[in-house]
Nanobody, 123 residues
């Protein structure tokens, strides 16, 4: 199953973007879903997670600015990004466990991933 992200783009610092993620076809409900980001030449970074109970976790750098939401039963996922900073510039990927519990945040890679959507924040 392929996840498809959308909503990326270019925005000035202080602006907002909303990322969306949906599966290409139906799959088993997930226990945990998340957003990651990666800058060329750097390690992939976990941004935010949401589990079946609606519990959310965020990396410190986005707390208070980003909000993750979604439907684990449909494997749809969103990331509302406000007060964007230039350091938020990255390729953003969504991922879900597809019903295979690996922890939330996960202890190993999620099973299903998207191909990414680019977010560019300019000063």
């Amino acid at each position: 199953v392929q996840l498809v992200e959308s909503g990326g783009g270019s925005v000035q610092a202080g602006g907002s973007l909303r990322l969306s993620c949906a599966p290409s076809k139906d799959t088993d409900a997930s226990f945990c879903m998340g957003w990651f980001r990666q800058v060329p030449g750097k390690q992939r970074e976990a941004v935010a997670f949401i589990d079946r109970d609606g519990v959310t976790t965020y990396t410190d750098s986005v707390k208070g600015r980003f909000t993750i939401s979604g439907d684990v039963w449909k494997n749809t996922l969103y990331l509302q990004m406000n007060s964007l900073k230039t350091e938020d510039t990255a390729m953003y990927y969504c991922a879900v466990d597809g019903g295979v519990w690996v922890g939330c945040p996960p202890s190993v890679d999620f099973y299903f991933w998207g191909r990414g959507t680019q977010v560019t924040v300019s000063s």
